[in-house]
């Protein structure tokens, strides 16, 4: 099994930063892709960041220049660090990733976190 679980979420006011954190467990050969999504009440759930095993990133046009993503993947984890926030980017985040369990899995398999809440007041 692969587990991704969150961390790093809560209350901040506007203009204020927050960073975030996903640490994937349990039987991992590969990760690929990994990404950031969020979604807030009544809204359909949207990419925000990605990153390939390869360090290419992208970026939701919303948050391009004030969130970076990375990777670290000694410790299997990705991270969000997001800056100047503003009331719209509350939302429930979910972290992303394409992972190979095995090195016999001829193909990827998506996985997703549990979510951490963000919530950024005026």
């Known amino acids: 099994q692969v587990q991704l679980v969150e961390s790093g979420g809560g209350l901040v006011q506007a203009g204020g930063s927050l960073r975030l954190s996903c640490a994937a467990s349990?039987?991992?050969?590969?990760?690929?892709?990994m990404a950031w999504y969020r979604q807030a009440p009544g809204k359909q759930r949207e990419l925000v960041a990605s990153?390939?095993?390869?360090?290419?990133?992208n970026y939701a046009e919303s948050v391009e220049g004030r969130f970076t993503i990375s990777r670290d993947d000694a410790k299997n984890t990705v991270y969000l660090q997001m800056n100047s926030l503003k009331p719209e980017d509350t939302a429930a985040f979910y972290c992303?990733?394409?992972?190979?369990?095995?090195?016999?899995?001829?193909?990827?398999?998506?996985?997703w976190g549990q979510g951490t809440q963000v919530t950024v007041s005026s």
């Open positions: 990153i390939t095993s390869g360090g290419t990133t």
């Open positions: 992303n990733a394409d992972v190979r369990r095995f090195s016999f899995e001829l193909y990827a398999r998506t996985y």
């Open positions: 349990g039987s991992i050969f590969r990760i690929n892709n």
